[in-house]
C-alpha cells in the first residue's frame, strides 16, 4: 500500500507553502503560539512532500479535536525528569510531539556530542507524527541514530502474531545515517503491515485495501477499511509475521515500559489521550570507528548495495529513504496532492476555531 498516497485522481495539489502557511493559521487559531504553530504545520507538511500523507496535514483535524479536548496542550515544552549525562528522561507533558520531539532531539543531539553516544527516554508526548523526521534531525548534526516508538492506551490496533484482535500500537521503528555530502539514509517503518492513517486516507478516498492488511471484528481478513472502523473494530496485521510481531513488543517495552509512560493497555492513565513514547540512541560517528571511515564505508555499502541486478526488469534497488526523496522532489515541483473528503475535513476544522479555507 505504500504511496498509493500519491494517486490524486479526486483530489487537488496545493504549493507547498500556501499549504503551510493555512495550516499554519488553523494551529494558531487553536492556540499554539506562533512558533509551535510553525513546527507543528512544517511537519506535517513535509511529511506530505515525503509521500506518507498518513501523517501529513490529514492530522489537522484530529490534532484540533484533541486541542478542544484537552488530549493535546498547546504551548507545553518538554522537562528532563533524568539527567545522567548520555542518558536523559524526558517527559512531554502531553504537548505536541512535533515540539517535544524536537526539543528532545535537540538534547540528544548535544548529549551525543559531548559523550559520543546519548540515549533518550521520552514519556508522554503528543503525536510524535512521522518518526524519520527524528533520525533526520539527528543526521542533519552528524548523529547515526535509531528510534522505538510505542503509543500507550489510545492507539492500540495491531493483533499480535496468531491472535485476532487489537492488543498492541502501531510502533514504528526509525533509523537514520548521515551521508557524506548528500542525503542522509532514512529508515521509517511501523512494525504494522501498514500504518492506521493510510488505512484512513484508503477510506477518504473510497478505496479498497490491498489484502493481507487488516481483519475485521470478527478476525476475519478483509479489504474494507469501514471494516476496520466498525464496531466491534478490526485489527492491523503485524509486518513480517512473527518477527514484526516481537519487534512490536519490543518496542512496547523500550518505549513505554521503560519511559514510565506505559506500554500498550487499555487501562493505563493515558488511556483516552494519543501518547507517544519513545527511546531515541544517537551516536557520533567520530566517538567509534572515526568519521571519515564511517563516511567511507557507508558509501562503500550503499555502492555495493545499490548494484545488485533488478530482479525485475526496469527494477532498482533503492536504499532506505530514496522513495521519499524522489517524492519530496516531485511534490515540490507539483504541489501537494489532497484528497477531496480530507481537504474537507481540514476546511472544517479551519472554520470550528474560526480560519477560512483558501479558495
Ligand atoms: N507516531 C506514530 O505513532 C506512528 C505510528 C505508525 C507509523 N508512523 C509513521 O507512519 C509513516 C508510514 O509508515 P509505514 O510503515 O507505512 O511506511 P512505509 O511502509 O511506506 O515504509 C517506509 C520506509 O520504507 C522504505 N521503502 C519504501 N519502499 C521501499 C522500497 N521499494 N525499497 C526500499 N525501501 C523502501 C522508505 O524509504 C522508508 O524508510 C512513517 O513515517 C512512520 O513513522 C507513526
Redesign the pocket.
Known amino acids: 500500500?505504500?504511496?498509493t498516497d500519491e494517486k490524486t485522481d479526486a483530489g487537488i495539489r496545493i504549493p507547498r507553502d500556501r499549504l503551510q502557511g493555512y495550516v499554519e493559521a488553523i494551529f494558531r487559531a487553536a492556540g499554539s503560539d506562533p512558533d509551535e504553530a510553525r513546527i507543528v504545520a512544517a511537519h506535517l507538511v513535509e511529511?506530505n512532500l515525503?509521500?506518507?500523507d498518513?501523517?501529513g496535514v490529514m492530522r489537522v483535524y484530529k490534532y484540533v479535536d484533541w486541542v478542544k479536548a484537552g488530549q493535546v496542550v498547546p504551548n507545553r515544552h518538554a522537562t528532563v525528569v533524568a539527567d545522567r549525562g548520555a542518558m536523559l528522561l524526558v517527559d512531554g507533558n502531553f504537548g505536541y510531539?512535533q515540539v517535544i520531539g524536537r526539543e528532545a532531539m535537540t538534547l540528544a543531539a548535544e548529549r551525543a556530542k559531548a559523550n559520543g553516544f546519548a540515549v533518550v527516554s521520552i514519556r508522554n508526548a503528543g503525536?510524535?507524527?512521522?518518526?524519520?523526521a527524528w533520525a533526520e534531525q539527528l543526521a542533519a548534526a552528524g548523529l547515526a541514530s535509531f528510534h522505538f516508538?510505542n503509543?500507550s492506551g489510545f492507539?492500540i490496533l495491531v493483533a499480535p502474531h496468531g491472535g485476532s484482535d487489537r492488543r498492541l500500537?502501531?510502533?514504528?521503528l526509525?533509523a537514520g545515517v548521515p551521508v557524506a555530502g548528500g542525503k542522509p539514509l532514512?529508515?521509517?517503518?511501523?512494525t504494522?503491515v501498514?500504518?492506521?492513517?493510510?488505512i484512513q486516507v484508503t477510506k477518504n478516498k473510497g478505496e479498497q485495501l490491498a489484502p493481507g492488511l487488516v481483519i475485521d471484528g470478527a478476525g476475519r481478513p478483509t479489504t474494507d477499511p469501514a471494516a476496520f472502523y466498525a464496531s466491534p473494530p478490526g485489527a492491523i496485521f503485524p509486518?513480517g509475521g512473527h518477527k514484526g510481531s516481537g519487534l512490536s513488543f519490543m518496542s512496547e517495552v523500550l518505549a513505554g515500559s521503560l519511559s514510565g509512560g506505559w506500554a500498550s493497555n487499555p487501562a493505563s492513565p493515558t488511556a483516552g489521550r494519543l501518547v507517544?513514547n519513545m527511546l531515541s540512541l544517537a551516536f557520533d560517528p567520530a566517538a567509534f570507528g572515526g568519521s571519515d571511515f564511517f563516511a567511507e564505508d557507508v558509501k562503500r555499502l550503499t555502492g555495493w548495495t545499490r548494484a545488485s541486478p533488478p530482479i525485475e526488469p526496469g527494477g532498482a534497488?533503492?536504499?532506505?529513504?530514496?522513495?521519499?526523496d524522489k517524492t519530496r522532489t516531485e511534490r515540490e515541483r507539483d504541489g501537494i496532492p489532497i484528497d477531496r473528503e480530507t481537504f474537507a475535513r481540514i476546511a472544517a476544522a479551519g472554520e470550528s476555531v474560526g480560519v477560512a479555507a483558501p479558495k
Open positions: 500500500l505504500a504511496h511529511a515525503a509521500g506518507h498518513s501523517h510531539g503525536h510524535l507524527g512521522r518518526i524519520g516508538v503509543t492507539g500500537s502501531a510502533n514504528p526509525a532514512i529508515l521509517d517503518i511501523a504494522s501498514v500504518a492506521e492513517g493510510k509486518f507517544n534497488v533503492l536504499l532506505p529513504g530514496e522513495l521519499e
